[in-house]
């Protein structure tokens, strides 16, 4: 019998590994593919070899010497900082007050916010094509931070009220009672602990921001705001003939690295678990 | 320190239901009151309004004779302990007592030394650079209480502190928190629902039922002359035992035989224009087994016989519990402390009366058992609406 209930969750362990490590390939396949591309020379590129047989940094060393790339990068991080920003704070702001307070519209502006997060995207392009032209706002930075804090804030309102819903109310009232304008006990009590809650948050901003094409292809015309995602498909080889595939690989390596960096970055700060010991439990 | 005064005191919530009403009391300098009544009686919610944390919908609300109905919170210089401690989880223990002072802009120097004073009052001198997840509850509890004390506010306000403590802490905290009113000196008021912290702690308990104060008075007080029938069962472990009866010929009919009445009793009773049919409420401490007792100590009680269902023996004394042939005595009150306290209908056969006998008795369960007791310590209650009918005070 012991041998058994020792084998048994053993078994099951591998079983368990092996289907981690199929879901794991299945999703790293396709990235790899790329990261491999990006370093292949243009000979080989076609060789269907998944490790390159000639490694190369050309294709690196290629798009940032174009100024198309780097000017994209740089709108790219831009636009998505500006926006994520703006669109956590209003969040972090409008969450609170739906997670605390009771307001007349409090519902309506719950059920707004879920009806924006559901709207088609593709939908809006066209009419906000001919609003930012009408209104100057095509092919600039503010137009498409803009629409990005539109389509973010119902993601970030619904993250940080569940996390506001988290920490209790009687810290609240504790720091009044100590003597904290609602302003202090805000700054000192309860942003503190909706920390972790603000940058989970802000990543997810970040990377939908980040991650963008629809808005980026439609109401770009040129790099003066057009972002990576954008630029990628407008990349050229040194004739127009040439295939640019090799950049377009090292490029989409690089606008990656930013978005793991971030995750790694914050992670730490994702911690569970960081209001135990408030209240009882 | 300081003296609260509440004045009519009313909370209305804006769909009109009416959570506390008309709330007169007037609370000493260095007073420890206690607020206690079954869950949703408004004693919370009267604690809140004092705080500041809730609106006053009507009446007045002084503080030192001030008015304060329209400050807030920070601007009363009071301090409350919570029900969950509500501390701050990313401070240390430290810096959860000494937030008050920095909010106070007190200089660092100040805060240290209070803090450290703080932390010698409650033995918490060695915890002072620990999260509060990394402490007990006992230790969180003090912490919660070193927090309010470190700025040496105009009073205290406690909901439920020992709540949340296990059985045998509760008891020594109970202790300590008593001692630590008394060395301070400060004003005190204290919310529970544990009628047995609300007799041992306070100065004064007041008695709240449905938004309503009931009664105001010393715990002993409270205890031998409850102003109704909901004080009178609410007060008091074991509770009081409830039986219907009949006021006839200066006597006094009852499932436990008749008997007459005491001259003490029959001129309160005349005097209070007693129904004829009335609610005898008795304590279990005024039982005795009949054995027990000298015959000449009978007089001026009644006997009665009944099996013994089951017997606690406590050691010091015993308590007996009997179920006694007809009816129940029934009235809003008794219905809604049976409630309070989870009482099932599983008994539904008779009455049940609880009797503390002395340690002597013979008393075996499932044996007769001949029980005296005292008629002239009994109470009468008119069950319409629950006032004592012996209510001398």
Known sequence: MAAIGSAAPAGAKARWGLVDIAVVIYALVPVLWIVSLSFKTKETLTDGNFIPRSWTWQNYVDIFNTNEFIRALVNSIGIALIATVIAVVLGTMAAYAIARLDFPGKQVLVGVSLLIAMFPQVSLVSPLF????????????????????????????????????????????????????????????????????????????FIF????????????????????????????????????????????????????????????????????????? | ??????????????????????????????????????????????????????????????????????????????????????????????????????LAKMDDAT??????????ILDLTQHLDRKPANLSGGQRQRVAMGRAIV????????????????????????????????????TTVY??????????????????????????????????????????????????NFLPATLENGGLATPLGSFPLSDRVRMLVESANAPREVIMGIRPENFEDAHVLDPSAQSGGGTFTATVDVLESMGSDKFAYFTIEGETATSAELDELAADAGANELTASGPQIVTRLSAASLAKPGEDLDVWFDADKIQLFDPADGRNLTYAG
């Open chain 1, 130 to 205: 001919e609003m930012e032209r009408g209104l100057g706002l095509f092919d600039t930075w503010p137009g498409l931070i803009l629409p990005y804090i539109t389509f973010a804030l119902p993601l970030a309102i619904y993250t940080l009220s569940a996390f506001f819903r988290e920490i209790p109310w009687e810290l609240e009232k504790a720091a009044k009672m100590d003597g904290a304008t609602p302003a202090q006990a805000f700054r000192r009590v309860i942003a503190p602990l909706a920390a972790p809650g603000v940058f989970t948050t802000a990543i997810l901003v």
């Open chain 1, 209 to 281: 921001c980040w991650n963008d094409f629809l808005f980026a292809i439609s109401l770009t015309s040129t790099e003066s705001s057009r972002t990576v995602p954008a630029a990628l498909s407008f990349f050229t080889g040194s004739s127009q003939f040439e295939d640019p595939t090799g950049t377009v690989c090292a490029a989409a390596v690089v606008i990656t690295i930013p978005i793991i960096l971030f995750v790694l970055f914050f992670q730490r700060r994702i911690v569970a678990g960081l209001t135990s010991g408030a209240v009882k439990g």
């Open chain 2, 1 to 102: 320190m300081a003296e609260i005064v509440l004045d009519k005191v009313t909370k209305r919530y804006p769909d009109g239901a009416l959570a506390v009403s008309d709330v007169d009391i007037e609370i000493a300098d260095g007073e420890f009151v206690i607020l206690v009544g079954p869950s949703g009686c408004g004693k919370s919610t009267t604690l809140n309004m004092i705080a500041g944390l809730e609106d006053i919908s009507d009446g007045e609300l002084r503080i030192d004779g001030k008015r304060v109905n329209e400050k807030a919170p920070k601007d009363r210089d009071i301090a409350m302990v919570f029900q969950s401690y509500a501390l701050y989880p990313h401070m240390s223990v430290r810096e959860n007592m000494a937030f008050p002072l920095r």
């Open chain 2, 111 to 120: 805060v240290q030394r209070k803090v450290d004073d703080a932390a010698r």
């Open chain 2, 151 to 186: 700025r040496s506010p105009k009073a205290f306000l406690m909901d439920e502190p020992l709540s949340n403590l296990d059985a045998k802490l509760r008891v020594q905290m109970r202790t300590s928190v008593s001692k630590l009113q008394k060395q301070l000196g400060t």
């Open chain 2, 191 to 240: 919310v529970t629902h544990d009628q047995t912290e609300a007799m041992t702690l306070g100065d004064r308990v007041v008695v709240m039922r449905g938004g309503l104060v009931q009664q105001i008075g010393s715990p002993q007080f409270l205890y031998e002359q409850p102003a109704n029938l909901f004080v009178a069962g609410f007060i008091g472990s074991p509770s009081m």
